[in-house]
């Protein structure tokens, strides 16, 4: 058995004993694709489900909990987020298949469980080749992309509340709607089940080469940026608002407006966290004077700003 880590200062010392490992003032610019953001008070990457579960059984109830994935539809404020902030690791990213259906664990990317799939000849997961991030934020989100969602694959998932009981989730449970799922905030999914259905091996690899290639055509892909920025509204595109507010190549400090792809905002090499969110919020502006329509985040912002907590942590 590996020994506790355990380091008895500030938060760490009120924190139980865990097999994963803590560390303290931990950078998050250089795991979310933005690159910018603070520091995590106590970053935490449990050993496996059961060490996690753990931790959240023995740790004190008032000390708050955020999770990260690999950081591609997040903005970390400048200031850090306090508390204990979760990284899941490579437990849970194993990928397995039976038949038409996947398992995959809540940190496997995207993109390998549906190369995955498609060497399994499991076609209907393809979508997911060109939606960035992991299962555990596709559960959290109802992601999609070229024409379906998580809500079309997902036949089950598994997660835990936070007293560290684990509990398995029924699509109904999951209460998917568009880039939502009704499971509380406050859960943290381990694990999904996608069901697919069989075909063509060369066909599926074919349908994940179209879908790259548009990509490339529409997204700006090799910049720093977090995603679509906002929800599409009803009816409305959020892109085609944004162009038609004029905000196509907008600038506020170091962000930027795609000139490619207006639903993106783009770090251009200096901007903080508070230059993306402040012209995010330039737009929303923006969209409602001229249309009318109140644009809502898609990109999940975490964290305090820099003159509240943690001002100046690298």
């Known amino acids: 058995m590996m020994a506790a880590n355990r380091l008895d200062s500030g938060l760490l010392a009120h924190l139980p004993e865990v097999r994963g490992s803590y560390a303290e003032n931990m950078a998050l610019h250089r795991v979310t694709w933005f690159r910018v953001g603070g520091a995590a008070e106590v970053l935490y990457r449990p050993a496996d489900g059961a060490d996690l579960a753990a931790f959240f059984a023995a740790k004190p109830a008032d000390v708050p909990v955020t999770v990260v994935g690999v950081g591609s539809n997040l903005l970390v404020r400048d200031g850090g987020i306090e508390g204990v902030t979760i990284r899941l690791g490579r437990a849970f990213a194993a990928i397995t298949t039976d038949g038409a259906r996947v398992e995959a664990g809540a940190m496997a990317l995207d993109y390998t469980v549906a190369r995955t799939?498609?060497?399994a000849g499991i076609a209907g997961l393809e979508f997911l080749s060109g939606v960035p991030g992991t299962?555990?934020?596709?559960?959290?989100?109802?992601?999609?992309?070229?024409?379906?969602?998580?809500?079309?694959?997902?036949?089950?998932?598994?997660?835990?509340?936070?007293?560290?009981?684990?509990?398995?989730?029924?699509?109904?449970?999951?209460?998917?709607?568009?880039?939502h799922s009704a499971v509380p905030e406050d859960w943290i999914f381990t694990a999904a089940t996608l069901e697919g259905v069989p075909g063509d091996k060369d066909a599926i690899a074919a349908r994940m080469v179209d879908i790259a290639a548009e990509r490339e055509a529409s997204q700006p892909l090799r910049v720093r940026t977090g995603g679509s920025t906002f929800r599409n509204p009803a009816g409305d595109s959020a892109w085609e608002l944004i162009d038609k507010a004029g905000c196509r190549g907008l600038k506020h400090g170091g962000a930027m407006v795609s000139e490619k792809h207006c639903n993106f905002l783009i770090n251009t090499g200096t901007a903080t966290a508070?230059?993306?969110?402040?012209?995010?919020?330039?737009?929303?502006?923006?969209?409602?004077?001229?249309?009318?329509?109140?644009?809502?985040?898609?990109?999940?912002?975490?964290?305090?700003?820099?003159?509240?907590?943690?001002?100046?942590?690298?």
């Not at 989100?141 to 998932?157: C, Y």
């Open 274 to 314: 508070a230059d993306l969110e402040a012209l995010g919020e330039e737009v929303r502006c923006r969209v409602a004077e001229s249309t009318g329509v109140t644009l809502e985040w898609e990109i999940c912002r975490v964290g305090r700003h820099a003159r509240t907590f943690g001002e100046g942590a690298s």
């Open 135 to 179: 299962i555990g934020g596709n559960l959290r989100m109802n992601a999609g992309a070229f024409g379906s969602d998580t809500a079309t694959v997902v036949s089950g998932a598994r997660a835990l509340d936070p007293t560290g009981r684990e509990h398995d989730l029924s699509p109904a449970d999951l209460g998917f709607g568009y880039r």
């Open 117 to 119: 799939a498609g060497a």
